[in-house]
């Protein structure tokens, strides 16, 4: 199994442009979760998904959308790329609702100049 | 959201000494974990706490959850260089489980 798998591994965008981000896990996990990571704030939820079809909000969701069409992909669209976006992004899975280890991916560092 | 404030942020010490991290909130959370994070990899879970004054061991590693489930602690005896990383807890809440992590504690043991 690769696990959790992002792409790509850096990024640069000037302000203004969009980009995706793309996350996919092969162990058959019904949660998928964004966070971004920036220094002295830990891990931040964007956008979260608990199965196929159905996304909701994080703590940091505006600037970003997501989609889940299958249970394997869950990438992240940057609509219009602003500094304040320039971070490490990090994919991950779980199986679910309870108290499951979160799988993650490892990470994507974009700079938005 | 839910906040967990992590002390301290920064945790330099000689190999063979002890330290704890400690992970401190005003709401209480449905379970506790702890992440390890190597420079340029995503997080890696060491432990899950459930019940209020669980404890549990992992090898040299001792995580604590606090009895009203808003602390947690993680203790580490005779620290090695390959114990070095950021460690993250995080919180988690409401019915799906969604997880609130600490700014994390940078650990650095020296040879």
């Known amino acids: 199994n690769a696990g959790v798998t992002q792409t790509p591994k850096f990024q640069v965008l000037k302000t203004g442009q969009s980009m995706t981000l793309q996350c996919a896990q092969d162990m058959n996990h019904e949660y998928m979760s964004w966070y971004r990571q920036d220094p002295g704030m830990g891990l931040r939820l964007i956008h979260y998904s608990v199965g196929a079809g159905i996304t909701d909000q994080g703590e940091v969701p505006n600037g970003y959308n997501v989609s889940r069409s299958t249970t394997e992909d869950f990438p992240l669209r940057l609509l219009s790329a602003a500094p304040s976006q320039t971070s490490v992004y990090f994919c991950?899975?779980?199986?679910?609702?309870?108290?499951?280890?979160?799988?993650f991916g490892p990470g994507t560092r974009l700079t938005v100049t | 959201t839910q906040l967990l404030e992590q002390s301290p942020q920064f945790l330099s010490i000689q190999e063979g000494e002890n330290l704890t991290v400690y992970c401190n909130s005003s709401s209480v959370f449905s379970s506790l974990q702890w992440y390890r994070q190597e420079p340029g990899e995503g997080p890696v879970l060491l432990v899950t706490?459930?019940?209020?004054?669980e404890v549990k061991k992992l090898k040299r590693l001792t995580f604590q959850f606090g009895d009203a489930r808003k602390d947690s602690s993680l203790h580490i005896t005779a620290a090695q260089p390959g114990d070095t990383g950021l460690y993250l807890c995080a919180g988690a809440w409401g019915y799906d489980y969604k997880l609130s992590f600490g700014a994390g504690t940078t650990v650095t043991v020296r040879a």
């Open positions: 991950a899975s779980n199986p679910g609702p309870g108290p499951y280890e979160q799988y």
């Open positions: 706490v459930v019940t209020g004054g």
